[in-house]
């Protein structure tokens, strides 16, 4: 994307509590919560090179794979 995220490590990282708390504390409230882009640029968040988020990204996706696998097979 524009900000050098690979998408399935921007995926992982906005579901981390860390970073749901950051973007929680900040919402504005109403019937629903809002969300300014000020602040999503001022998360503080840690951003591997793009390499790494790959490899990231791509074992949390296989993961996820993985689980939803197993909850079929229990069904």
């Known amino acids: 994307d524009s900000f050098g ?3 399935n490590f921007k995926r992982f990282i906005f579901g981390t509590s860390n ?3 950051q973007i929680m504390s900040q919402a504005t ?3 629903n919560k809002n ?3 000020q602040v999503l640029t001022e998360l503080d968040i840690l951003v591997p090179p793009l390499l790494e988020q790959n490899a990231i990204g791509t074992f949390f996706s296989i993961l996820d794979q993985q689980i939803t696998l197993h909850q079929r097979k229990s069904i």
């Open 29 to 31: 409230d109403s019937a």
């Open 19 to 21: 970073i749901r708390n």
């Open 5 to 7: 995220l690979d998408y």
């Open 35 to 37: 969300i300014s882009q």
